[in-house]
């Protein structure tokens, strides 16, 4: 996923779109999907080196520390953003004044949020019975200022469609936290290690996005049209909230009722699975929500870039998650190693939570993408009464417990989500609902199968319990494309791939669905990325 450490050229300094044609779009959007996944690519074999190595030189209770440290920093990196970086990437212009004062505005909030966080950690550390998480918390209020900082250089980035540079920047960011991080485990520095690789990873992103972004900010001023965005933003910072709070509540409840060493299993089986899935689908939202910006006046080409995404994300990621489920046992002990054997069943449990996310999370662009902030926020009030329900109930029967919550409220937000968001614009919810199920038929047989397999072969070194159980379940995948719906599906997405892979190919197909006389199939496949928001991240 890299385009240049350096810019060809120099980001336009008013802020403004560089205009394209739809053709153009589509070509930019195919690049922009190939190289962030590319880099999303390098990015997971670090972070998977990473949770391997840390495993084996720190403790559960070194990770379930830094854990509640991040919930409680997190929830406060929401209201640093402000929801200002959405809004200045969804905005059909914006000035130079603008971006100006969008800059001045993160930076306050995060020097004012780095201030609470001090003041409160204290308080914080007594509410979870666990001094040690003073210091942890008030090193972590450093990331307020180094993000509020980074905030609009790496928005202006995105908004440019120069996905090459925001990738380059998030892999190099990441590698020298990972080096950082070893080495302090190594020399015995314990939870610091963790809390050294979060600010490194935070200052090296700052310095890159800077250098890229060859961009000044001046003096703000009054009168530039700021209150649009801002309401925007707003609107939007509600609903990040409560989607980070209901994101969390299983990390909040283990902290508060299991201690550390829970929390940390949890954190293992989560940092294992989930967040590798999260830097795969976050880029989607980096790429889908500036492309569908553009799309809202061609409801057909948006529909099928809504459907054809669907089905890439599902014939990769869904299926990468029920190999995962199957085979979660030998997974976790060649991953991390014998003394983590209980992170095992949360593995298998948050692998069926993140297949129905990943599923429903092309419904989420098209709220941010069209400025649907109200009525986001309204479904993210019901989905975290849900989570709440889930995980409350779950959390009586300890880990296991709660992650069973986490993945039973994720099955039932998947068919509400699209449903909710049916009511409130056009979306092609039919579609969308038959291309699930055939990728979830397709992704279920593999992930029996490859249980199947191992379970057969008990007693078997662990490798080779998963080479067993990968195989199979990608066997059991190859039969299963053979359906002619599927096959169809599949050439679709490999079509994307092509089109992504290529630095000069022909236009997007979707820009051949608004033209007379195309028939193109409503099931074909492709792009990538996802999360829009950071704050709508874990962790």
Known sequence: MRESTAPAVPAPSQGDTVGRSPEGLGRAAARGAGVTLAGQGLRILLQLA???????????????????????????????????????????????????????????AGLALAGVAVLAAEPVAGAFGEAELTGVV?????????????????????????????????????????????????????????VAQQLTQGTVALVI???????????????????????????????????????????????????????????????LLMTPLNQLR????????????????????????????????????????????GAAGPLVDVMLGDRWTEVAPVLALLAVAGSAQTLSFVGYWVYLSRGL??????????????????????????????????????????????????RTTVVPVRDLYLGALRVTACAGTAGAACFAATQMSVGWPSAGRLAAGLLTGLAAYALAAVAPPIRRDLAGVAAWGRQMASRRGGGDPSDRVAQPGNQVSRTRSPESSACSSEQAERP
């Open 209 to 271: 996005v800077v250098r890229l972004g060859r961009w000044r900010p001046r003096r703000p001023r009054r009168g530039v049209g700021l209150t649009p965005l801002v309401r925007f933003g707003s609107g939007l910072t509600g609903t990040q909230l409560v989607y980070y709070v209901g994101n969390n509540l299983d990390n909040l409840l283990l902290g508060l009722t299991a201690g550390p060493a829970a929390l940390g299993i949890y954190n293992r089986g989560f940092q």
């Open 50 to 108: 990473s949770v391997v190595v840390l495993a084996r030189l720190l403790s559960p209770e070194d990770y379930g520390l830094l854990a509640v440290g991040l919930v409680v920093v997190g929830i406060g990196e929401v209201f640093r953003d402000l929801g200002l970086s959405t809004a200045a990437i969804r905005a059909p212009k914006l000035s130079a004044a603008q971006r100006d004062g969008l800059f001045w505005l993160n930076v306050t």
């Open 138 to 194: 008030r090193c972590l209020a450093l990331t307020f200022v180094l993000n509020g900082l980074a905030a609009q250089y790496r928005a202006g980035l995105i908004r440019d469609l120069r996905f090459g540079g925001v990738a380059g920047c998030d892999l190099a960011a990441q590698l020298a936290a990972f080096g950082v991080a070893i080495s302090a485990a190594a020399a015995g520095a314990g939870y610091w290690a963790l």
């Open 282 to 325: 976050s880029p989607a939202t980096t790429v889908a929500v500036p492309v569908l910006s553009r799309l809202q006046d061609d409801p057909d080409r948006a529909a099928e870039y809504l459907r054809r995404s669907q089905l890439a994300l599902g014939y990769s990621l869904v299926a990468g998650m029920a190999l995962a489920a």
């Open 373 to 422: 902030s109200g009525a986001l926020f309204r479904y993210t009030l019901v989905s975290l009464v849900l989570s709440a329900v889930c995980i409350g109930v779950g959390s009586r029967f300890g880990v296991v417990g709660v992650a069973a919550g986490y993945a039973t409220a994720a099955l039932i937000e998947w068919p509400l989500s699209l449903w909710w968001l049916s």
